[in-house]
């Protein structure tokens, strides 16, 4: 089975341009989250879906910040107008509903904004 | 708030010895997970403990939970090179999905 998928791996844009973050969840997970880990500050929760729904968008970071689930399969994060301190590696991860709850992380999507 | 401690947060070791991870906890939890971290790499589930006095093992790592105290232990036993990594542990806010990661602990093995 596929894991979750993320694209771009790498991104690299300047100041003030719109960036795109895809992700695409196990198939069949009901859960889906968008981690941000940098040195300074870790990994921290940004927001998280259930079954399609944002359910948690308190660690979003201001509005320039974005998120959406128009499906089961596929979710953005989108970035308007990026920033340098939005460098970082954004985490996208996908979980099953029940007793254990494991989530399972893609590889990650590395951007810097120059 | 929910708080995760982990410490150390640096741990050079020696090939062949055997050596404990802490994880503190601010608030009640029946659940704790433990991933690893390859440098320039995703996160990798390592175990999930789902109750109080669980403990699971793969190869030289063994984790236990405590809900009472609030703690998890992850063991590494005669550490090998291979172990070399960055080591998270992650606490799900009662009653929802939502985890608070650990600080992590990057473990060096040193041959």
């Known amino acids: 089975d596929a894991g979750v998928i993320q694209s771009p791996r790498h991104e690299v844009t300047e100041m003030g341009q719109e960036v795109t973050l895809r992700c695409k969840p196990i198939?069949?997970?009901?859960?889906l989250f968008w981690y941000r880990q940098t040195m300074m500050r870790g990994l921290e929760l940004l927001i998280y879906?259930?079954?399609?729904?944002?359910?948690?968008d308190s660690g979003m970071p201001e509005d320039r910040f974005s998120a959406k689930m128009p499906n089961a399969s596929f979710s953005t994060l989108k970035i308007q107008p990026s920033e340098p301190r939005d460098s970082a590696v954004y985490f996208c991860a996908s979980s099953i509903s029940g007793v254990d709850s494991e989530q399972f992380f893609g590889p990650g999507t590395r951007l810097t904004v120059l | 708030e929910l708080k995760v401690e982990q410490n150390p947060l640096f741990l050079s070791m020696q090939e062949g010895k055997n050596y404990t991870i802490y994880c503190n906890y601010s608030t009640t939890s029946d659940r704790l997970y433990w991933y690893r971290q390859d440098p320039g790499k995703s996160l990798e589930s390592l175990f999930v403990?789902?109750?109080?006095?669980a403990v699971k093992q793969e190869g030289r790592l063994m984790a236990s939970l405590d809900t009472k105290a609030r703690l998890s232990t992850l063991h590494i036993t005669a550490a090998v090179h291979d172990l070399s990594a960055t080591y998270f542990c992650?606490?799900?806010?009662?009653?929802?999905?939502?985890?608070?990661f650990g600080t992590g602990t990057r473990l060096t093995i040193i041959p």
């Open positions: 879906f259930n079954n399609n729904v944002p359910i948690d």
């Open positions: 403990l789902l109750s109080n006095g």
């Open positions: 992650a606490v799900p806010h009662f009653g929802n999905e939502k985890l608070t």
């Open positions: 198939s069949g997970h009901d859960y």
